[in-house]
């Protein structure tokens, strides 16, 4: 089996941008035709990014307004896609009107089946393609901040999804590298420093304003520390029943030299 996908986790500021930016380019120097897909790229081809998902009820009600939607988008099984980040200049409005249906607005039920769906279509791609990728953020984060932040749903709920999504990718021999550190703390202050207010403004309240954190009476920093030690937690947990073949880097020293060569003896 050749190894096609390497996935890069952890908490913010644990190093994942830094590590999967260098991982990309060693592979690349190897040979390898490898493709980068960082958080937040409207292209990654296994995430959702400002991408809107509507049954067909609710395209036949968006049409009444936008009676060329259809236009915008692609039908896959009882859903519609319209990726409508490209839209906030050339059709504002259809923007706008998009952003309530965004994949990441699902009910807990629809986002696991069409985030599912998407893997599966990723991996078939993938498998047929004589390429590498280096992909970060959306096989642990994404699916534990929604499904545990916004819904606050169960532990075993979010790994019997996250191990369906391991089985659609098992024949890519996906590599996980997962960056813990010790001081969540300053993890945290590092990235604030090269992000802006709102970010982290975002940050608390997704993670202490909705289900779970209004559950857990959080708020503040103090809110998303308890949070992020939690998912880590919860992560590693998960890392621990699935088969995918992971390593964990504990990274509290940011010593990039020692990380870099446990990835490279590893891989």
Known sequence: MIRKLYIVEGIPGSGKTTTANWLAKVLSEQGKDTHLFLEGNPEHPADYESVACLNENQLLEMEKEFPFIRNFGVNKDRWFFISYASLSDSNPDLHKALQKFDVYELSVENFCEVTLLRWQEFA??????????????CFLQNPFTFLLAKHNVSAEVIFSH??????????????ILYFEQDNIKESLDRVRKDRSVEWFEFLTWYYTGQEYGQSQGLAGETGVLHFLEERKKLEKRCLEQL?????????????????????????
């Open 243 to 267: 088969e995918s073949k992971s390593l964990i880097l504990n990274n509290s020293n940011f010593d990039w030299d020692m990380c870099k060569e446990q990835i490279l003896a590893y891989i």
């Open 124 to 137: 078939e791609l993938a498998e047929a393609e004589d390429k590498v990728y280096v992909l970060e953020c």
């Open 162 to 175: 996250i191990e369906k999504i391991a089985r659609e990718i098992a024949s890519l021999d996906p590599v």
